[in-house]
């Protein structure tokens, strides 16, 4: 039996054999007819006739294991694409956000990178004007000169801490040039740096996306053939067992009409006697029980009990507390589709190729959108969300209205593909698949359950 990936192929064993209906066939019009037909009453099916009808029974009843299978085996194969590709849309989603950040990291590079080319062409500047000074006064050092003109000892003295000043100044100017060079080239370099990560970063996230894209196609296309498949297994299934249950009604009538000719055939003939006309073997006797009365069928039945639970309680959250708001923005969003990577804090939002036409939540938009409302930030992706808040984990018997609920494909936080919002008595909210709505579900605890959390402000 082929199960792969892909979903397809997995129909191995084919609808219930032609010969298979035709041998029941068969069997259930000669024992229909032996019951119909007067006269035939007491005809028996032959060796060969009840043999056919076994095997036509056991035929039956092994495609409806073998159909039990297949659809156990291609449910499990179309969940595990799923699961696949909300891991891989997670690992966009982060990268995604890496890009953002080295992004801003590059464009705080490159004005960094500006300024310093700024302040480099000041400095150049500043040199190339003290060059033409020096060259004006025919000397670099004009000190000499400035000292032999002074008008007296006082003028001296102070033209020489002027000449002073000046040749630091001098030097302040070279070191800061140079000191200016080294600062533009270092951010020049930060930000082809930066640049260059983020367009990494553009890459990876592009690759991630794809993958996902690619993954979440198959799923749905698994998810596809197997409505398809289903459909065409359930008829097989109820044509199976609706011979099947023909053949033993069959049976039963036949063995109930050769009965009913066996007991008449032993009983001895009804007496004649002129005096009992109005006796009950007159041919116009009346029956025991009156025409047109009957036992009221479905008395013993019952009523029965319908209705369910109602939408998640949320008893044990204080009014007007974090908790409470969450679980009110959450529930204020029923009822809106399912989008792949849609929604966040600001509420839903188009999602990505290829529900990029629907509006609406994933999983981890409706939670993250529920406390934003609470005004607690937990995260964009279901494992960044648990990842948040791994210091308060909770145990599943101990679970609150407002915890967060996890599922995952595997032991690592990083296989988890999928978060709710449990909402007590047993309940929760989720945004569960493609082609579903956001709605009120019974919480699961399977194999896949991984924990749950506590958010905190």
């Not at 296309?221 to 097989?236: H, S, T």
């Not at 809106?336 to 600001?346: D, E, H, Q, R, T």
Request: proline share 4%; aromatic share 4%.
């Amino acid at each position: 039996m082929d199960s792969g990936a892909g979903g397809r192929h997995i129909h191995a064993r084919g609808p219930v054999p032609r010969w298979v209906l035709r041998a029941v066939g068969a069997a259930i019009a000669t024992l229909v007819a032996a019951v119909a037909v007067p006269g035939m009453a007491a005809a028996a099916p032959t060796g060969a006739e009840v043999v056919d009808a076994r095997a036509a029974r056991d035929a039956a009843a092994a495609q409806v294991g073998a159909i039990g299978a297949q659809l156990a085996q291609a449910e499990a194969a179309s969940a595990a694409a799923h699961q696949t590709a909300q891991i891989a849309l997670q690992e966009y989603e982060e990268r995604q956000a890496g890009l953002q950040t080295a992004r801003a990291e590059a464009d705080v590079a490159a004005a960094a990178a500006t300024q310093a080319e700024a302040d480099l062409a000041g400095g150049r500047a500043e040199v190339a004007a003290f060059a033409r000074s020096s060259y004006m006064q025919g000397s670099t050092a004009p000190g000499a000169a400035a000292l032999v003109s002074a008008h007296g000892p006082a003028q001296l003295i102070e033209r020489a801490a002027l000449l002073e000043a000046a040749g630091r100044h001098r030097v302040d100017v070279v070191d800061r040039l140079t000191v200016l060079e080294q600062q533009a080239a270092a951010a020049a370099a930060a930000a082809t740096a930066a640049v260059e990560a983020a367009a990494a970063l553009e890459a990876e996230a592009a690759g991630a996306l794809a993958q996902a894209r690619e993954q979440e196609l198959a799923a749905r296309a698994q998810a596809a053939d197997l409505a398809v498949q289903r459909g065409a297994w359930e008829a097989e299934l109820a044509a199976a067992q609706q011979t099947l249950y023909g053949l033993e009604g069959a049976q039963r009538a036949a063995a109930a009409a050769a009965a009913a000719a066996a007991a008449a055939a032993s009983r001895p003939p009804a007496g004649r006697s002129g005096s009992s006309a109005g006796a009950t073997n007159s041919p116009a006797g009346t029956s025991s029980s009156p025409a047109g009365t009957s036992t009221p069928r479905g008395a013993s039945s019952g009523s029965v009990a319908g209705g369910s639970a109602g939408p998640g309680t949320t008893a044990g959250a204080p009014s007007g507390s974090a908790v409470q708001t969450a679980i009110a923005a959450a529930q204020s969003q029923r009822g809106l589709p399912y989008s792949w990577g849609g929604g966040g804090s600001s509420g839903p939002t188009a999602g990505l190729d290829p529900d990029q036409h629907i509006v609406g939540f994933d999983c981890s938009g409706l939670t993250e959108y529920a406390y934003a409302r609470a005004g607690i930030a937990i995260g964009g992706t279901s494992r960044d969300q648990y990842w948040r808040f791994r210091g308060a984990t909770v145990a599943a018997d101990r679970l609150q209205p407002g915890d967060l609920v996890f599922w995952a494909s595997g032991p690592e936080y990083t296989s988890i593909y999928h978060v709710a919002l449990y909402l007590g008595g047993g309940q929760m909210i989720e945004a569960p698949q493609s082609g579903d709505l956001v709605k009120v579900s019974s919480m699961r605890f399977g194999a896949d359950y991984f924990g749950a959390v506590r958010p905190t402000g």
